[in-house]
């Protein structure tokens, strides 16, 4: 079996070096002429723990290689980015899958698979994707097989979830679903769920709804108690003690290629009927402001006060920005005038600074990411270099300090 990928991104590469590391011959396609040089020699261009030497190892083994150009394959897996459209909706952006979809067209032949494995809005497989591979004059479900499969893994644990996360396969027909199990059978171990496409759809948007959804519950309380001078983190605490509840924890909004994205696909399917998911959109958005606006307060409005960022990723322990709310809250902050010191142990951006500079000369420190390298600051080199120093903690990960100031969202509304 050959199988070519179309795109190399946070997905499409882990899959193609997992499919190529289980004896499959994979060429993974890409338009990023510097992706696929730079793959070719053995090194990646993304960061995720194990995919370094995996990649290394099936592409000296000469069973993978990147490609700017679409081979003939047995298998096309399409796992491209659908960014939000536009327009007042923020649907979903089709625009690359149906480009990676024409791409392949010329390749096709009777008795391929093809698999879309990027996460689109419900029935696009159907009424999208199909209509492009049938004008090629082959018959979806009879001459090619095709399937909606969506990934379903955290980023950090990319390679182990691939393997032993169940799977959704949902074909277009019952026939295009059976075909599509026998390729992902090649590695995963998890259970492998039959459906049909628009259900595999919906059900990769609910998961992430789902999250985003309780996040923004924990976010509005985290509101509600600070205009009633409520400790929200024993609050949750306390009520996650009774064994049926479960308080997601608040932050300063919500980021990633999913949380933040996908409920949008389904509100612009039926805004009408969607109106708790875009509700709860709009709280986690706003959480955004919620943090600067105390931000300020804590610096009683003087622009001449410096910020130090730590942070500006979607989430910790990883080097993705995508859809980050914590740029989104250091831009806020640029525009009204203060000057800001970043610090991120894992972006490399030439205007970023140490750890310890960021210490230095500035009167609050954000701690708008939960990475590891946060949750022990120490202590000891803080009061050195700057004893006056305010810790605002909008994770809730830094352990208490004896003698640093640290404001989180457990006593935040003392900041008048």
């Known amino acids: 079996m050959k199988i070519c990928v179309i795109g190399l991104g946070y997905i499409g590469l882990p899959t193609s070096v997992v499919f190529a590391n289980n004896g499959v011959n994979v060429v993974g396609v890409d338009t990023n002429k510097k992706v696929v040089d730079t793959l070719n020699r053995g090194e990646i261009h993304i960061e995720e723990p194990g995919l370094a030497e995996i990649t290394k190892k099936v592409i000296k083994e000469g069973i993978f290689k990147a490609s700017l ?14 960014p939000n459209s536009h327009d007042k909706y923020l649907s979903c952006e089709l625009k690359y ?17 093809v698999i879309i494995e990027s996460t689109i809005a419900p029935r696009v497989t159907e009424d999208d994707i199909k209509p492009i591979i049938e004008s090629s004059g082959l018959i979806v479900g009879v001459d090619v097989f095709l399937s909606h499969c969506p990934e379903r893994v955290l980023p950090g644990k990319i390679l182990e979830e691939l393997v032993n996360n169940n799977r959704i396969v949902g074909g277009i027909t019952e026939k295009c679903t059976k075909k599509s199990v026998e390729v992902y059978k090649v590695f995963v171990k998890g259970k492998i769920i039959e459906t049909t496409s628009k259900t595999a759809e919906m059900s990769k948007l609910m998961e992430n709804t789902y999250r985003d959804v309780n996040i923004a519950l924990a976010n509005e309380l985290t509101k509600v108690c600070d205009k009633l001078d409520i400790n929200v983190l024993d609050v949750i605490e306390m009520a996650n003690e009774h064994p049926r509840v479960n308080i997601h924890s608040p932050g300063p909004g919500v980021g990633g290629h999913c949380l933040a994205v996908d409920p949008y696909f389904i509100y612009a399917k039926a805004p009408e009927q969607a ?12 959480m955004r402001d919620f943090v ?5 307060k804590i610096l009683k409005y003087d622009t001449k006060n410096k910020i130090g960022i730590l ?20 831009e806020q902050l640029e525009k009204k005038g203060y000057n800001l010191k970043i610090h991120d142990p894992y ?16 009167t609050v420190m954000l701690v708008l990411v939960d990475h590891n390298e946060f949750k022990n600051l120490d202590e000891q080199m803080i009061q050195k270099e ?10 809730g990960c830094v352990n208490k300090m004896k003698k640093v100031k640290l404001i989180n969202y457990g006593n935040v509304s003392e900041v008048k």
């Open 69 to 82: 150009e679409v081979e003939e394959a047995d298998v096309f897996i399409i796992a491209v980015p659908t």
């Open 97 to 113: 899958v149906e480009s990676a979809t024409k791409s392949i067209l010329s390749k096709l032949k009777k008795g391929n698979v």
């Open 275 to 286: 109106k708790l998911i875009k509700q709860a959109r709009d709280i986690n958005l706003s």
């Open 292 to 296: 600067v606006e105390k931000t300020e």
């Open 311 to 330: 942070g500006v990723t979607y989430k910790g322990n990883v080097d993705d920005v995508r859809e980050s709310p914590a740029l989104a809250i250091i």
């Open 347 to 362: 972006v490399k951006n030439d205007k970023y600074v140490t750890f310890d500079e960021v210490i230095k000369d500035t």
């Open 386 to 395: 700057n004893k006056d120093l305010i810790v605002f903690d909008t994770k």
